[in-house]
């Protein structure tokens, strides 16, 4: 009887048209579902270029959450996820100074409100010996925007630059938590080591300011 009924349903296109459509509405809520997880809770995200470096490299894949900024602030020394003015491309980057703060760069060294900031844990110099080899005059953090630079100070494009400047909140996509490939170089990425930590930089024959 069994088999019987279910050659019957074989045979009866209005159930194979709602079986079909049964699975295509299971398929919708699925994906749906997938790209909702990836737009407003986490995803993975690839790093490109060496702004970031030692930190993160060239090529690794980092594990991006977007729901604790929804709850609190990005902190200082947070690597978030965010977005410039005009850029098509996310970028990667550290939080260096928080609202109402003033940061500026002098001898080679980052200062938040006249306090030098503490940074060996993430930048030695570079490959040249050299310390940051541009100053910059002091800039107020507005409200509800951080200051952000890249680890790799004398490779990145950041905060520093007057067309870029400070990066309000609503622009910082996420936060990063960790590397996740390759699958050898899984890591915290403020509590792991990286696998290039205390090797100089070595930048490309030709670098270009705006990289």
């Known amino acids: 009887m069994v088999a019987a009924g279910e050659e019957l349903h074989k045979r009866d296109e209005a159930f194979k048209r709602a079986s079909n459509l049964d699975f295509l509405m299971w398929l919708a809520v699925f994906v749906a579902l997938a790209l909702a997880i990836r737009l407003f809770v986490f995803e993975p995200v690839q790093v490109v270029g060496d702004s970031m470096y030692p930190s993160l490299l060239d090529g690794e894949r980092m594990f991006v959450e977007k729901v604790s900024y ?29 609202p109402g703060e003033t940061v500026s760069v002098s001898g080679g060294i980052v200062y938040v409100n006249g306090e030098p900031l503490e940074e ?29 630079m890249g680890d790799n100070r004398n490779f990145s494009t950041d905060s520093r630059e007057a067309s ?6 609503a622009q910082v996509i996420g936060k990063v938590h960790s590397v996740i490939f390759p699958l050898g170089e899984v890591r915290s990425v403020y509590t792991g080591v990286s ?14 300011w705006g990289q």
Request: charged residues 20%; aromatic residues 12%; hydrophobic residues 40%.
């Open 70 to 98: 929804l709850i609190e602030p990005p902190e200082r020394g947070d690597v978030i996820i965010c977005r410039y003015p005009a850029y098509a491309e996310n970028c990667v980057k550290r939080v260096i100074g928080l």
């Open 120 to 148: 060996s844990a993430y930048w030695q110099g570079d490959s040249f010996g050299r310390d940051i080899r541009v100053d910059m005059e002091p800039v107020t953090v507005p409200e509800k925007s951080v200051f952000v």
């Open 164 to 169: 870029i400047g400070p990066i309000p909140y």
């Open 195 to 208: 696998p290039m930590a205390g090797v100089p930089y070595e930048p490309p024959a030709l670098f270009y």
